[in-house]
């Protein structure tokens, strides 16, 4: 298992402005994703973070969007860039690990946006 | 983009009855795993199904993975309140990455 500690848990921001959220694993791990999930919907993949070079990111998003760094086995951060309403969600760092490659995941961190 | 889709998307039932939800996936998946969602939770994992045609059972809940393994199916025998909550599919094609399905959730009538 993994215990994934996620900072903020929650922040209101102004349009135009960047946030950087925090992802801290207890162990090392390879695999760490980071997802969005929008009020009442499923869980959209945003992109691997990769350890020691650049985030692999899913279709529709982008790094200078969401630029990830990931630099050592246990830590990772997402940054939302140039905010709008649109990106009020909850982002969720998880990571895949376990005998079935499960996937744990942070507690999240809701991000409003005014 | 990989697209997976649960149906029904809201299911209510009365305490006791059964409950299914089913999960298509738009290509073939490697695997399938599915997760439980509380109510201002983070998903939590449940099972993974592998082989074509496979079965799974936890107690209550019983997992399937479809013989073309493009489908899956959880069915939960005589619910109970604490089967609250939104169940995932979540599949994966060839990768590292799971894309999760649209989730059903489930609503337990006391």
């Known amino acids: 298992s993994a215990v994934i500690s996620q900072k903020p848990s929650r922040d209101i921001c102004q349009r135009g402005t960047s946030l950087t959220i925090q992802c801290q694993v207890d162990s090392q791990v390879t695999m760490m994703f980071w997802y969005r999930q929008q009020p009442g919907q499923s869980l959209t993949l945003i992109a691997t973070?990769?350890?020691?070079?650049?985030?692999?990111?899913e279709s529709g998003f982008v790094i200078d969007k969401f630029p990830i760094s990931r630099p050592n086995l246990t830590f990772s951060t997402l940054t939302v860039s140039n905010m709008s309403p649109e990106d009020s969600s909850i982002y969720l760092c998880?990571?895949?690990?376990?005998?079935?490659?499960?996937?744990?995941f942070g507690e999240g961190s809701r991000l409003t946006v005014l | 983009g990989q697209q997976v889709m649960q149906i029904p998307q809201y299911q209510h039932v009365q305490e006791g009855e059964d409950f299914t939800t089913y999960c298509n996936s738009s290509t073939t998946l490697s695997n399938i795993q599915w997760y439980k969602q509380r109510p201002g939770g983070h998903p939590v994992f449940l099972i993974q199904l592998v082989k074509s045609g496979e079965v799974k059972k936890q107690k209550r809940l019983t997992f399937q993975f479809g013989e073309a393994k493009k489908n899956s199916s959880l069915h939960i025998t005589a619910t109970q309140t604490t089967d609250v909550g939104t169940y995932f599919c979540?599949?994966?094609?060839?990768?590292?990455?799971?894309?999760f399905g649209t989730g059903t959730s489930l609503t337990v009538i006391p």
């Open positions: 979540a599949g994966r094609v060839g990768g590292n990455q799971f894309y």
């Open positions: 973070a990769n350890q020691g070079s650049e985030a692999t990111y």
């Open positions: 998880s990571v895949r690990t376990g005998s079935s490659g499960e996937l744990f």
